[in-house]
């Protein structure tokens, strides 16, 4: 008798737990029921890839939008379509939105001050309030006269030296990006300081971010071999001395302008004056002031390199419609302006267009990791995954664009089934989306309607006065 009201109490006491905590539990069963199944993807992994966009590409018309690949210890994701991105690293952001471990470029070589490829930590929280604050749409409005004084720098190099239109892109981004930062212009790309100082430091950073290159990274307990016995760490600590000493010598640059007053209002200044709020040292301050050059000069160069390539294969279909619109609005007499943009929805269009259809950041940008398992259409996705979301596939997807490697501007004309705001996922997504996008799209936005407003562009010719055609 007493032995079955035990037994009872037991049952009652298991079954009230099992009630109490049945939403938990059910999630619990529900990753591991799912844990046999990993998204679809192939067997073997093709290694020395060159452009593995493409290979991304193929994996995702192979085995759907969400492909599973093992890359060494590491579950790995690939995303190819803009609705799974939108679902998992914008609606399931907060278990998204991290960063993979990059023992060599981040925690050996950059002593983990950059925000970029940092995982989330408090340190990440600091490093991105401050880039939003500097970068939020209200302030980079601020930044437009710059943006408008540099774009007609560039109507004028471009119509003098139409030949070296590449190194005129890179100058106006790095003027853009230095004067907003360290309130300097960048006249000459190729020999000015800071440029150089800067681009030194991205070469450092790329030249061990490269998979594969170092067993740390499958063997992170190499991380703490002494550096007297690792040539090759002791190598990558001098490295991250050098971009200490050049982060450092721009943050006091500016420190020492303020002293004097003579310092123009930039990044750089805000960071400083609001050190104490944002509880970061001056080490952080350095690398973050350096975050916009690296993230920023090549994207916005890059997407108005595309700008100039769609019109050299599809100018004669869009350009004539663009200019019609520019006189009607515009006229001749005087540069369109950031007050005209919202009269232009054609010149607006070619923009999003720009954006979509050769996306800078073919790979999405640097790869998400997920800090928690999850499941998304039945299928498990482990703790810890990379996940990747090539903008090559998501904006060359059939499905969302037909005929995809068509450029054409009237996509983006009248309502259209698409996740998000914009159209086109070339900024990102979630916690992770660009900070500097209000900045990059007015560079792109303003040069692309000043160019339509006052360029013919066309393919070059060649001796013979052929067209020479270019690679797509
Ligand atoms: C047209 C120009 C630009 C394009 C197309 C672009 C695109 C992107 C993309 C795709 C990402 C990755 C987002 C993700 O991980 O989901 C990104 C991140 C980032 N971008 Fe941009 N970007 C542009 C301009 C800029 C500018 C001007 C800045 C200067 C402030 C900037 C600063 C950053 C930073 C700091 C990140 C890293 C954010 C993080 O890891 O939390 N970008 N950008």
Not at 93 to 116: K, N, Q, T, V
Not at 216 to 243: G, T
Request: aromatic share 10%.
């Amino acid at each position: 008798m007493i032995g079955s009201i035990i037994l009872g109490l037991v049952l009652a006491i298991i079954l009230s737990f099992f009630g109490l905590s049945f939403p938990a539990l059910r999630q619990r069963w529900t990753l591991h029921a799912h844990r046999s199944q990993p998204p679809p993807g192939p067997k073997t992994i093709r290694t020395g890839i060159q452009k593995p966009w493409l290979w991304f590409q193929e994996l995702s018309k192979e085995y759907g939008d969400v492909v599973y690949l093992q890359m060494g210890p590491t579950p790995t994701i690939i995303l190819g379509s803009a609705q799974a991105a939108w679902e998992l690293l914008e609606k399931r952001g907060a278990i998204y939105s991290s960063r993979p471990r990059f023992i060599m470029g981040s925690e050996l070589l950059s002593g983990g001050m950059r925000g970029l490829i940092a995982p989330y930590s408090a340190f990440w929280r600091r490093w991105l309030k401050a880039l939003h604050n500097g970068f939020m749409q209200r302030q980079s409005e601020s930044y437009r006269p710059i943006q408008n004084l540099e774009s007609k720098v560039l109507m004028h190099d471009l119509l003098t030296n139409p030949k070296e239109f590449r190194t005129h892109l890179e100058r106006y981004a790095a003027s853009v990006i230095v004067t907003v930062t360290y309130g300097r212009r960048v006249e000459n790309v190729r020999t000015d300081a800071v440029v150089r100082a800067n681009a030194e430091a991205m070469d450092r950073l790329t030249s061990v971010n490269i998979p594969g290159k170092f067993a740390v990274e499958r063997y992170p307990a190499l991380k703490y071999v002494p550096s007297i016995f690792a040539p090759w760490k002791a190598e990558v600590l001098r490295q991250r001395q050098k971009d200490i000493d050049m982060y450092l010598g721009l943050l006091n640059e500016v420190k020492d302008k303020m002293r004097r007053g003579v310092a123009v209002d930039c990044f750089t200044t805000y960071l400083i004056s609001e050190q104490m709020n944002h509880g970061m040292n001056d080490l952080e301050l350095a690398y973050a002031a350096g975050s916009p050059f690296g993230a920023g000069v090549e994207t916005s160069a890059g997407s108005l390199a595309s700008f100039l390539l769609a019109c050299e294969k599809f100018g004669q279909d869009f350009i004539p419609k663009a200019q019609a619109e520019l006189d009607r609005v515009v006229g001749s007499d005087r540069l369109p302006t950031f007050e005209d943009m919202a009269s232009l929805p054609y010149v607006t269009a070619i923009i999003s267009e720009t954006l979509r259809w050769r996306p800078v950041a073919v790979l999405g940008g640097t790869p998400h990791a997920s800090i928690a398992d999850d499941t998304y259409r039945g299928m498990f996705i482990p703790k810890g995954s990379t996940v990747i979301a090539p903008l090559w596939s998501i904006h060359l997807n059939e499905n969302d664009f037909p005929d995809p490697h068509t450029f054409l501007p009237e996509r983006f004309l009248g309502q259209r089934e698409y996740p998000g705001p914009f159209g086109h996922c070339a900024f990102g997504w979630g916690r992770r989306i660009c900070p500097g996008m209000h900045l990059g799209h007015a560079s792109v936005t303003i040069n692309i309607a000043r160019i339509l407003w006052g360029f013919n562009v066309g393919p070059a010719k060649d001796e013979r006065g052929e067209d020479i055609d270019v690679d797509m």
